[in-house]
Structure formats: structure tokens, C-alpha cells
């Protein structure tokens, strides 16, 4: 499975990296270093280089899923779909692939953004891909479901419609609910943001407590469960390929 996977993904890299969307999104990359990252200024914050690249990490990776995915619902494929013992394992290449391409223009960035760019210390090297990583697959994963690949009816709906419920309610519950702030409604529903918040919280201290250190392993388990649930969809679904 695993080099049936690594060889497909292999593929639609290579199909993106030679294409004008990935042209596009190379110069995305380009264009978000001279942006952020002016070579000609000096930034001397070593955690604002660390989350500003992880959330740009997030939005390379989360428009690479969307574009290979949307490529690999294409028919010409289809191929390569029906030779594969389980649909997963097509899922899983793109979801590879996508982290791969997005993962390697965060990096780019990175590299570009240390001219002038301020001292890391191993503190900070050590933390960097256990922060990056499980934001990219859990955006890579969201990307997923919003794509027509995975999609299938209102599934996309459910889930971008409970996290927007979720962030609205937190919203509403902080501003406006003051009789409930003694009822733990607050934190249950600002449960899926708390990670984010944790990780800015502890690269800014420069430590991370022993609650703050579960906020990368919390979205990793995010990004697991909403995988699988994309797989459910995809296996059951009745594939619809574009011409």
C-alpha cells in the first residue's frame, strides 16, 4: 500500500509542479515572502517568523489540496482509481502529495525569510516542525472536504457549517452571555480553537506548559478523525469525475 501510495503521490506532484496552477502557486509563495518578509527590512522576532509561517504553511497547503484533488477528480484518472485495492488509498496520495507541495513552498518561504531575518535558537528550531506539521494536515484535511473529490451532498456543509457555529457561538457566549460565564459553555465551544491559541501563546513565552505541549497532538487527532470521515464519504459516494 504504502509505495502504491508514495508512487501516486509522486505523480500528481510532479503533474502540479509542471503546471501553470502550480506556476501560481509558486509565485503565491514568492509574491507572500516579499509581503511578510520585505528582504530589505530587518524582522528580529524569531516567533513571529514561526507563526506567520504557519499560517501561510496552512494556506499553501489548504489551496495545494484543493487543486490537486480537484485534478485527481478529473476522469482521465479514473484509471488509476479502479486499479487500486481501496479507494482510500487514492485519497491518501492526494492528501500526501498536497502536504508534499505545500509543505515545500512554507519551507521555501522560510529559507527566503532568513535573509535579514532574525537568530533562532534551538528552542526554536527544535519546535518548528511540531508546530507546522499537524497545522498543514489539518488543513489539508478541511481542504478535502471542501473539495468535489470527497464532497458528497451537503457533507462539505456540515462540517465548515458546525465550525462556523462553533465560532459564532464563542463569539455570541463571550460578548453578550454574561449570566452563563459561570457554565463551562464557553469552553466547549471554543474547544477547537483552544490548540491555535495555545500554540501562539507558548512560541510568544518562549515554553511551552504541559497543557500547551497536547495543543499540537489535539490537532493531529483533529485531522485524523476528520480524514477518516472524508474516507467514509469518499467510499460510499458515487464518483462523479469531470471531463
Known sequence: MTRRVLA????FVRS?????????H????????????????????????ILLLAGLGGVFTFLATFTIASRANHAMHYPLLVRLPS???YLWAVLVSALVFGTALQLLVAILATFHGPTF???????????????????????LHASDLVA??????????????????????????????ALPI???????????QAIIDAIQTGSFSPAQSLAPVVLALCAAFLFALASQWFMA???????
Do not use: C, M
Not at 451537503?154 to 455570541?172: D, E, F, H, N, P
Not at 459516494?237 to 471531463?243: G, I, P, S, T, W
Open 8 to 11: 501516486l503521490a509522486g505523480y
Open 16 to 24: 502540479l509542479l509542471f503546471s501553470l496552477g502550480g506556476s501560481l
Open 26 to 49: 509558486i509565485l503565491l509563495a514568492l509574491a507572500s515572502w516579499l509581503v511578510f518578509f520585505p528582504p530589505n527590512q530587518l524582522t528580529p522576532h524569531a516567533d513571529y517568523h
Open 87 to 89: 479507494r482510500v488509498e
Open 121 to 143: 535558537t534551538l528552542w526554536h528550531i527544535l519546535v518548528i516542525p511540531i508546530v507546522w506539521l499537524p497545522i498543514n494536515g489539518l488543513l489539508a484535511v478541511l481542504a
Open 152 to 181: 458528497d451532498g451537503w457533507s462539505r456543509i456540515y462540517v465548515y457549517g458546525v465550525l462556523l457555529a462553533l465560532a459564532i457561538g464563542q463569539k455570541i457566549n463571550y460578548d453578550y452571555v454574561q449570566p452563563l460565564q
Open 186 to 196: 464557553k469552553q466547549v465551544l471554543g474547544a477547537p480553537f483552544w490548540p491555535f
Open 237 to 243: 459516494k458515487d464518483l462523479v469525475l469531470a471531463e
